[in-house]
């Protein structure tokens, strides 16, 4: 599975847009962009996922570049209780089965600050 | 409806204790995950199950046994516990490209 690079942390003014960049250069054709984001002490929560179109739903939207190198999750009006590690991850998927695993890596830390 | 249910949430046990943690999920998922969070917070994948088959099985020592006795039952047993099993240990499941679902995690300190 490809490598992704994200900033170690951001911040966020309460109520403005956060734009969290990941790059993915080395992403094949067949794997898709997910985000994750862990909240203090839980469990990491499933935001969403793309392959090469944009993609929203109810809590964000994600933009994948042309090239497919790189992507921007944006959450479009942040909260206090969106402060968390948000982990950009590529995976493949492997036939019919759900063999592909998500590789987690240090993620960036969204301080949203009131 | 707690969709991946972990149990228990916290436990401290002595060096060389045997424990087991238990992982429910009643999503239908077919695929189940063991997650290892460490002190420095990197989530690292232990094991995967496909319908009760073992597919993923990283460089785990032979002290930790997972087994699931159906598709909605992930349990992991950890033998001659030693300080560095202390962490977070997440269960999760999956179906196909969508996302996983994440238990709330178990705290295991090892004193």
């Known amino acids: 599975d490809a490598k992704t690079t994200q900033p170690t942390s951001m911040d966020c003014a309460e109520g403005r847009a956060a734009n969290l960049p990941c790059n993915h250069s080395t992403i094949s054709g067949n794997e898709y962009v997910y985000w994750y984001r862990q909240i203090h002490s839980q469990g990491p929560q499933y935001i969403i996922h793309?392959?090469?179109n944009n993609e929203t739903n109810e809590m964000a939207s994600l933009i994948i570049t042309e090239d497919r190198k790189s992507s921007t999750l944006i959450l479009p009006h942040a909260t206090l209780r969106d402060t968390a590690v948000y982990y950009c991850?590529?995976?493949?998927?492997?036939?019919?089965?759900?063999?592909?695993?998500?590789?987690f890596g240090q993620g960036t830390t969204l301080q949203v600050k009131p | 409806d707690t969709a991946v249910s972990q149990t228990p949430k916290y436990l401290v046990t002595q060096m060389g204790n045997d424990k087991s943690i238990k992982c429910e999920q009643n999503?239908?998922?077919?695929?189940m995950y063991w997650y290892k969070q460490d002190s420095k917070k990197f989530l690292k994948i232990m094991f995967s199950y496909n319908n009760k088959e073992l597919i993923i099985n990283e460089t785990v020592p032979n002290r930790f046994s997972p087994k699931s006795p159906d598709k909605a039952h992930l349990n992991l047993h950890i033998n001659s516990l030693e300080l560095g099993d202390s962490a977070v240990y997440f269960c999760?499941?999956?179906?196909?490209?969508?996302?996983?679902?994440f238990g709330s995690g178990t705290r295991l300190t090892v004193v």
């Open positions: 793309g392959l090469k």
């Open positions: 991850i590529v995976r493949g998927i492997h036939g019919s089965s759900n063999t592909g695993k998500l590789i």
């Open positions: 999503l239908g998922h077919d695929t």
């Open positions: 999760a499941s999956s179906q196909t490209i969508y996302g996983y679902t």
